[in-house]
């Protein structure tokens, strides 16, 4: 039996729409309570340098208001470090941050900052969040986890989404090793980063996955089906995969 498959929805495109015009709405942390309503397990947020969504008082809304745990998304930076110090939430997921980037566009490479990444993991770890570290799945990258202590990986799903045909079918080949690596070595693999509706499902059904992050899909479709009905939507196409 495979463990339990969890949705952690990214509310980061909230946040986009509220700040197109400056002013409170729609509000993050209404969307994270009907997430979780709609069946999210846990609420992910960016905090990203530039703060182009999620901002610093997002965080500390979604941690007075949530009863599922928070995932923070956030670059290997003192200023993140400290912030996420301050709050405390259940995980924080290092990513790679590049300034005029769209979106995270590739996998941390762990490998390459192993000294850079140990004092953050640690300190985070020593303060009781849950690290995980969101890289390509690549053993190099999952070694570099190991040696860093990390709890949890988190696979960037971007190239298996923008792929079709023979190039998916070897990305989803190369997901489901880099799982199978992970769990064999006691690390809790996650995966997000462009999933949809039609791509969701050979994803979910990889047995050792844990936890998918899904945020842009979700929160694009909620405005033909609303927020409640595409969650809903998407819990139940997972649930089918696994
Ligand atoms: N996981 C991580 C680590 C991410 O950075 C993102 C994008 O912010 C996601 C998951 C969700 O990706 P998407 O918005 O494409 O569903």
Redesign the pocket.
Known sequence: MPAPLRL?V?I??VATIRNARGGAHPDPVKAALLAVKAGADGI?A?LREDRRHIRDEDIAMLMAALDVPLNL?MAATQEMLDIALRHRPHAA?I?PEKREER??EGGLDAAGQLETLRPIVAQLGDAGIRV?L?IEADAAQIDAAIQLGAPVV?F???AY?HLDGGGRAAELRRIADAAALAAKNGIEP???????FDNVAPIAAIPQIAE????????GEAIFGGLEGSIREMRRQMDLAR
């Open positions: 952690g990214n980061d495109h992910t960016h998304e997921c990513v979106t995270t995980s969101f988190e960037h799903t971007g989404a996650h995966a997000g980063h462009g999933l949809t998918l992050n899904i945020g842009h899909f979700l929160i």
